[in-house]
């Protein structure tokens, strides 16, 4: 707070809901001036919410030159009592009794009144939240990030934080950030390799790209457990819908099949659209009006819906008689494309579906075997507009089964023999999923790139912040 009042600062958000001969105080940055012989008037904005408070002065009234005096941008400190306003679409307007000038802006502001592409706001992103468009995503993610919570704490699960830097290639992709205190310029060597035992950790290590296998270990032990955190992927994507840093939400229930897993999975997308609604509600009307039209009806839909369950061959069977002419081809063993699920959710079903039953060789090791010896317990979430939202499986929860896996799959077995570990005291079958958060940010604003939905995106040559 700064100087000049003892009045406590009320959030713009507020002060719009407030009657008419409410005093109080407000700061925040200009969005708008206008200036006149005999009234000045400038829209300031704080951030709570998409509307900005016009504060009004007129000529010999207090705040009168200080107003005039103002560019947008510029940071401000406004005392004054709420009037009713005779302009269109706002109930009330200030009058200030003061106006404190905080932190001018240079003339060089690069935000004036005017439309400004996505592309030019990502090289300014650390000014970009001050638009519309940025405050409302990133209070639409608050309030997704703490609907996550919420919905997992009122069952009683246990917020669990797993290592960001690991010894363990979770997926076993390989794409992996090296984490080292080696000097690059004279890397120790043993036997003409690197010598990994020289090393800060006396072994290889990495950045996460998941906390799953530490949450099993914590779900064996606590029963149902999430994370919820950082993740890294050395994956030499360009794409929109790829990051090399971004957050992953892991719930891990110990005692729970696949179903229960898809019935989890269902029950949270719907919690999280109507928390949505209920806390952003003048953000989501703006993403249906000038982002993604439609939004608001298709995310009532999925929340309205019963979400369908069908197995892989199912699913590839549907894809093979539809009669449609896709991109990619489509037959057993080959992962599911984006118009493939797109074809399924909108058009064969109209609905969200859970797709399960998967080859074993298009998914992960730790997957649970099923008997036919061909597919594992897996499931993926597929829902209308986007495809792929959720990854999940019942996890394998047989030592000796799971041993052959790693095998299989190529990865050193005394790497993961805690994993296996956890197969040898008290086995129980175990589920969870894996939710790529900015992807759910992505899918709730209609926003279409995924370096618009993070603060500060990461992606291959761009790292700056």
Request: aromatic residues 10%; charged residues 25%.
């Amino acid at each position: 707070m700064t100087r000049g009042s003892d009045l406590p600062r009320t959030r713009i958000v507020r002060a719009l809901e407030a009657a008419p001969g409410t005093r109080l105080r407000v700061q925040g940055w200009v969005r708008t001036v206008r200036r006149g012989k005999e009234v000045a008037f400038f829209e300031v904005n704080d951030g709570s919410c998409l509307a900005n408070l016009q504060v009004v002065a007129g000529a010999g009234e207090p705040g009168f030159d200080e107003a005039r005096d103002l560019s947008t941008g510029t940071a401000v400190d406004v005392v004054g009592t709420l009037v009713e306003s005779p302009a269109k679409g706002q109930k009330v307007e200030l009058r200030p009794e003061s106006i404190e000038i905080v932190g001018r802006a240079a003339p060089d502001y690069p935000l004036q009144k005017k439309r400004h592409s996505f592309e030019f706001l990502r090289t300014i992103a650390h000014l970009r939240v001050r638009t519309n468009t940025f405050g409302a995503v990133f209070r639409v993610r608050n309030a997704l990030a703490y609907g996550t919570h919420r919905f997992f704490q009122e069952r009683g699960f246990v917020y669990v934080h797993t290592p960001i830097i690991t010894s363990s290639d979770t997926e076993g992709a390989g794409e992996l950030f090296r984490v080292t205190t080696f000097d690059l310029a004279n890397v120790p060597t043993k036997d003409g390799a690197v010598d990994d035992a020289a090393d800060f950790f006396g072994r290889a290590a990495y950045l996460t790209v998941s906390g799953q296998l530490c949450a099993e270990a914590m779900a064996i032990g606590l029963s149902d457990v999430y994370t919820f955190g950082p993740t890294f992927r050395a994956e030499n994507s360009n794409t929109s819908r790829h990051a090399s840093e971004f957050w992953m939400i892991e719930p891990e229930m110990a005692f729970c099949d696949l179903a229960g897993d898809c019935d989890l999975a269902e029950a949270y997308v719907k919690f999280l659209i109507g928390e949505v609604f209920d806390r952003c509600a003048e953000d989501m009307a703006f993403f249906d009006k000038r982002i993604a039209p439609g939004i608001v009806e298709r995310l009532e839909h999925v929340a309205s819906s019963s979400f369908e369950r069908m197995s892989y061959a199912d699913a590839v069977a549907a894809l093979e008689r539809s009669g449609e002419t896709f991109e990619y081809p489509v037959g057993f063993g080959l992962a599911l494309q984006a118009e493939h699920e797109r074809w399924l959710t909108e058009k064969h079903v109209g609905r969200p579906v859970f797709v399960t039953d998967w080859p074993k060789e298009i998914k992960a090791f730790y997957m649970r075997r099923n008997d036919d010896g061909r597919t594992v317990a897996a499931m993926d979430l597929l829902v209308p507009g986007v495809g792929e939202l959720i990854g999940g499986s019942q996890r394998e929860e047989r030592a000796d089964v799971l041993e052959a896996a790693i095998t299989e799959a190529g990865l050193d077995p005394e790497a993961y023999a805690w994993y296996v570990d956890l197969r040898r005291y008290g086995t129980v079958p175990h589920s969870g999923f894996g939710l790529g958060f900015e992807r759910l940010v992505m899918y709730v604003t209609g926003m279409t790139n995924i370096r618009d939905v993070i603060p500060f995106p990461r992606t291959p040559r761009h790292c700056a912040y």
